[in-house]
């Protein structure tokens, strides 16, 4: 079956999708996105995604490309005409197509570039990593200082994913000034005993959707939540960790720089908390 991807206003066959190569998400990396994941058919925590959206469009001066509800009928309509059961949808807005190449931003009412895909990932939800949890390295943070809004510049977090390829693990944990940043697309945690340390939120790291839900539940369950920078011997020490996503929900994390955590398999903090996550999630998926 072929894909279909929304367009500016037009559901089309993936191939029949074009961008100007004057698109500023294509020149300058001008364009912010979202990833939603999609369980049973249904979107996990939209209206979380529809305001981080709208953070960064309005962190950039962005225009928003569409009313909320228009957004959520895309989405909608493009799970649909797919048959996603399990998978995710990937939304991209960039600030459009000035006609030519120039470091300033077009007019104002330049027509925001506005593009959205499915992604099927069957067994999603049931995924065998989180029976094995990831293996991470950690390498210098070396991203711009806006990580809190979500843009489309992904080349470092790219670099560092092939860091954790050559070096046979699943992802790489950012450190700058001594202290864990975040991972590569995803939130990174440690737990010991019932605490759960995890840096608070600045411009350093993105404000996760799956971070916050996650705490939710955690303090829901008297577990004690501690926002605080940690570092990668603090977490060699640690009885867990484990990361958070829209993509992998939370995932176990197992060994950090070559050294195992705990007893070197997911642990019952991590594992109770990921149930407890896609339970209430799949309640109130739309
Ligand atoms: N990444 N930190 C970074 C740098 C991220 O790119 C992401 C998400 C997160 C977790 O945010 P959320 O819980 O809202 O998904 C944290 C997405 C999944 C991606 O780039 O594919």
Redesign the pocket.
């Known amino acids: 079956m072929t894909r279909t991807v929304y367009l500016n206003g037009e559901y089309l066959p993936e191939a029949e999708a074009k961008v100007s190569i004057f698109d500023r998400g294509f020149l300058m990396a001008d364009g912010v996105?979202?990833?939603t994941s999609v369980l049973d058919g249904k979107l996990i925590d939209f209206p979380?995604?529809r305001a981080?959206l709208a953070r960064s469009l309005h962190e950039l001066d962005m225009a928003a490309p569409c009313s909320d509800d228009k957004l959520l009928a895309i989405h909608r309509e493009l799970i649909a005409v797919n048959a996603i059961t399990e998978g995710?949808v990937?939304l991209q807005v960039t600030r459009g197509n000035p006609g030519d190449r120039d470091f300033a931003y077009p007019p104002a009412d330049t027509k925001p570039t506005l593009v959205l895909f499915t992604q099927a990932k069957p067994g999603l939800a049931d995924n065998p990593a989180v029976r094995t949890g990831w293996k991470v390295i950690s390498v210098p943070d070396i991203r711009w200082g806006r990580?809190d809004i979500?843009t489309v510049q992904?080349l470092y977090?790219s670099m560092a994913k092939m860091a954790a390829k050559a070096a046979h693990v699943d992802d790489s944990w950012f450190v700058e000034d001594g202290f864990v940043t975040?991972?590569?697309?995803?939130?990174a945690y440690i737990v010991k005993g019932n605490r759960i340390i995890t840096r608070q939120l600045s411009s350093d790291?993105?404000?996760?959707?799956?971070?916050s839900a996650v705490l939710r539940f955690a303090a829901e369950a008297q577990m004690v939540i501690e926002e605080r920078p940690f570092t990668i011997a603090e977490t060699q020490q640690a009885d867990e960790a484990f990361i958070?996503?829209?993509?992998?929900f939370v995932m176990p994390v197992v060994e950090v720089d070559g050294a195992a955590l705990g007893h070197g398999k997911p642990g019952p903090v991590t594992t109770r908390l990921r149930e407890i996550y896609l339970e209430e999630m799949r309640k109130t998926a739309i």
Do not use: D
Request: glycine residues 10%.
């Open positions: 996105y979202e990833v979380g995604h981080r995710m990937y990580r979500k992904l977090p975040e991972g590569t697309s995803n939130n790291i993105l404000h996760g959707i799956t971070r958070t996503s829209a993509s992998a």
